[in-house]
């Protein structure tokens, strides 16, 4: 999902993310893939 940006923010080069909230977004992706996977994996052995 790309998030459409401002003619500002592409001359400007800056994105609507922090660092920090950017690593952020990052881990809770990893977290929720990681539970999902986990999710999964449980129920295979039911």
């Known amino acids: ?3 459409k940006r401002s003619p500002e923010d592409i001359e400007n080069g ?5 660092p920090w909230q950017r ?3 990052t881990f ?3 977290g929720a ?3 999902s996977f986990m999710a999964m994996a449980h129920a295979m052995e039911l």
């Open 33 to 35: 893939w990681a539970t």
């Open 14 to 18: 800056s994105s609507e993310y922090t």
């Open 23 to 25: 690593s952020i977004l």
């Open 1 to 3: 999902m790309q998030e």
């Open 28 to 30: 809770l992706k990893w």
